[in-house]
């Protein structure tokens, strides 16, 4: 059974950063695509970043410059960056995975992840 668990989420100012995490199991980690999403309130579900096995990376317009996907394959951990956070970031954050490789604009599509965890909130004030 795959499992996806986030981590890092918080309370911080404008400005401010934070580091989210997110630890998986139950399949072969460096075989697939994964992905951050972020939904807010009274908002769809969008794409954040996405990393493929080679570590090829693809981020949203919102999230360049600021935010940095990575991934840690031995320890099948799943890691979002973000500096520099505004009032508009705060959202739930989602960590997902996809069965396959994944390219491109695809990493960002949330219809192509098979896999999703329960999500960590993220809330910035001004």
């Known amino acids: 059974q795959v499992d996806l668990v986030e981590s890092g989420g918080g309370s911080v100012q404008a400005g401010g950063s934070l580091r989210l995490s997110c630890a998986a199991s139950?399949?072969?980690?460096?075989?697939?695509?994964m992905g951050w999403f972020r939904q807010a309130p009274g908002k769809e579900r969008e794409g954040v970043a996405g990393?493929?096995?080679?570590?090829?990376?693809r981020y949203a317009d919102s999230a360049k410059g600021r935010f940095t996907i990575s991934q840690d394959n031995a320890k099948n951990t799943l890691y979002l960056q973000m500096n520099s956070l505004k009032p508009e970031d705060t959202a739930m954050y989602y960590c997902?995975?996809?069965?396959?490789?994944?390219?491109?604009?695809?990493?960002?599509?949330?219809?192509?992840?098979?896999?999703w965890g329960q999500g960590t909130q993220v809330t910035v004030s001004s």
């Open positions: 997902a995975a996809a069965r396959r490789r994944l390219e491109g604009y695809l990493l960002l599509r949330r219809l192509v992840y098979n896999y």
């Open positions: 139950g399949y072969t980690y460096e075989s697939y695509s």
């Open positions: 990393i493929d096995s080679d570590g090829n990376a």
